[in-house]
């Protein structure tokens, strides 16, 4: 056989003493052959060097080995230093890589790129679909699992789509955040509360709003977008309109660290003057000026939960909505 030539089925056929049948079967993982015909072809594909047409595959077997994880956000969000969006990223990958399976990482930050997800996942060109960061009602996750296709959410689909999803428990998290600041004679707590089209933005305030009601105290509500920039100018219209603040839950660690940033900028002492809460637990809010209290969320975890869902449900089996524990982890910011 020159270097030109790809080995065939029917060359590993032959040199197992075997049927072409078979070594399809064998090749498309059936457990129906006898162990030692198994064994045999094994070794004669490993003799061989023989590689699987993936394309004749897929017609065979129905399946493509990919999963799509969908993120409806631009590259420059999912790369920047948030540090949630990679940590997904990880823990799926660690998943699929742990299944044999390949991940397809999808963006669809703008109309066009939503369209071209759209044309992608429902062409079948993936066996499953997971989509974090999901904006608004969009209809895509109902669309896809209304043609057959495995879909698992990261957030309950706000379009109340009857999807499967993993989250975490934003209220119970917020609530002891809001409550350790009350706790420490905190009365003025403002809140930076995320985007109001994502569930977890929606989640976090309700949270803050349930608390500080329960507790007798007045709600101080200024919105960002879970970016550092938007923390930052949040907290410039906070001070403005109420200069008397002595604490602040931000819904995300960026905005609370342009929050700890701006406080400082104006003479606030933190925690003295006003203490801060975040919410992630990235790696850096242990190296913030000062270190910084947050809420903590089992970031990577979410991304290999919401994979184990999917390949459950690609195997047939029936999941139900799963949600993750969050834990308050306190420094010196509050």
């Known amino acids: 056989m020159t270097g030109a ?19 399809s079967r064998v090749v498309n993982g059936s457990t129906t052959v006898a162990e ?39 590259a420059t969000r999912v790369f920047s230093d948030d540090q949630v969006f990679p940590g997904i990223i ?35 060109h ?5 989509f974090a960061s999901l904006h608004g009602a969009d209809p895509l996750p109902g669309r896809l699992a209304r043609l ?17 999803y993993v989250d975490v428990d934003h209220i119970g998290g917020v ?49 960002g977008d879970f970016t550092r920039e938007s923390g930052g100018a949040a907290m410039r219209r906070l001070l403005a309109v109420h200069p008397d603040v002595d604490a602040v839950f931000a819904a995300s660690d960026l905005m609370a660290h342009a929050a700890l940033r701006t406080l400082r900028e104006s003479g606030r002492r933190v925690p003295d003057d006003v203490a801060v809460i975040g919410f992630d637990d990235i790696e850096t809010a242990a190296y913030t000026e000062p270190p910084l209290t947050t809420v903590r969320q089992p970031i990577q975890e979410l991304g290999r939960e919401m994979t184990r869902m999917l390949l459950r449900m690609a195997a047939g089996e029936r999941v139900d909505p799963l949600l993750l524990p969050t834990e308050l982890i306190i420094r010196q910011s509050a």
């Open 36 to 74: 030692p015909i198994q064994e045999a072809v094994r070794r004669a594909v490993a003799e061989l060097g023989y590689v699987p047409n993936l394309a004749a595959r897929t017609l065979v077997t129905q399946r493509t080995d990919s999963i799509a994880l969908v993120m409806p956000e631009e």
């Open 126 to 130: 993936v066996d499953g679909v997971l």
């Open 5 to 23: 030539q790809r080995p065939t089925l029917e060359a590993v056929a032959r040199l197992a003493g075997v049927s072409r049948a078979t070594v």
């Open 175 to 223: 609530t002891r955040a809001v409550r350790h600041l009350i706790e420490q004679g905190r009365r003025r707590i403002a809140t930076i509360a995320g985007p109001q089209d994502m569930v977890a933005g929606i989640e976090r305030l309700a949270g803050y709003r349930d608390t500080v009601a329960a507790a007798g105290l007045p709600e101080l509500v200024v919105t």
């Open 90 to 124: 990880r823990g799926a990958a660690q998943e699929l890589e742990a299944a044999d399976k390949q991940l397809v990482l999808m963006l669809a930050g703008s109309p066009a790129g939503h369209e071209r997800v759209e044309r992608y996942t429902s062409g079948r």
């Open 148 to 164: 057959g296709i495995p879909v698992v959410c990261s957030g309950r689909p706000l379009d109340g789509a009857d999807v499967p």
